[in-house]
């Protein structure tokens, strides 16, 4: 069952932590993104990656970090950086830059 | 920021069309527009996308305009399960996607 998938779906840790959230896919797509979702807001791109070993900012990098070491795992970690952590994360792939995105589940942020 | 004008909210019978519109005025040559659509607290949804001609798939009917600055999405026979915020993108490519605020559709019965 091919997909995207993140995990889990609702993460808590206390402020001041780093936090990696997971996202993996089985589509054998070599382009895959990250957004964050606020409440009644649309997405926004963090980072995104057309190939292994390379990665790209998006409109919202600062605070956060990613890797690509493998085609099917694009993890994000969320730092102490970053002043708002809370919020809707959402992992994307697509077969390669321009092509149709395919989003996973999501995972909810909270930081307390 | 978003490339689009969407209305907020919008509502629809059940089992009506829904019409869904969306203003693209400053879309340029090489740039497709896109439409996802999001249930609550899931993932977006890709629904179907376009360049300049009309286009069908088996979830809905997008018709862009002539002078492509506007496009509408068309969902025939709407049902409770299509109660979604609905995204319309412009973008060379998926790099370049911008995600609004949407409309807000509710279907009702």
């Known amino acids: 069952d091919g997909g995207i998938t993140q995990s889990p779906k609702y993460l808590f840790r206390k402020e001041g932590q780093n936090v990696t959230l997971s996202c993996e896919q089985n589509l054998n797509h070599d382009a895959m993104y990250w957004y964050r979702q606020d409440p009644g807001q649309g997405l926004r791109l963090i980072y995104y990656?057309?190939?292994?070993?390379?990665?790209q900012k998006g409109d919202i990098a600062e605070g956060y970090s990613v890797s690509r070491e493998k085609k099917e795992s694009f993890p994000l970690t969320v730092t102490s950086a970053q002043k708002n952590p809370t919020a809707f994360y959402l992992c994307?792939?697509?077969?390669?830059?321009?092509?149709?995105?395919?989003f996973g589940p999501g995972t909810r942020l909270t930081v307390l | 920021d978003a490339k689009t004008t969407q209305p907020p909210s919008m509502d629809c019978a059940e089992g009506r069309a829904a019409n869904l519109p969306c203003n693209h005025s400053?879309?340029?040559?090489?740039?497709?527009v896109y439409w996802y659509r999001q249930i609550h607290s899931q993932g977006p949804q890709y629904i179907i996308h376009?360049?300049?001609n009309n286009e069908t798939n088996e979830m809905a009917s997008l018709i862009i305009t002539e002078d492509r600055k506007s496009s509408t999405l068309i969902l025939p026979h709407a049902t409770l399960r299509d109660t979604a915020v609905y995204y319309c993108?412009?973008?060379?490519?998926?790099?370049?996607?911008?995600f609004g605020a949407g409309t807000r559709l509710t279907v009702k019965p």
């Open positions: 400053t879309i340029s040559g090489n740039e497709y």
């Open positions: 376009g360049l300049k």
């Open positions: 990656s057309q190939i292994v070993n390379d990665f």
């Open positions: 993108i412009v973008a060379t490519d998926n790099n370049d996607m911008r």
């Open positions: 994307a792939s697509s077969k390669a830059g321009g092509d149709t995105q395919y």
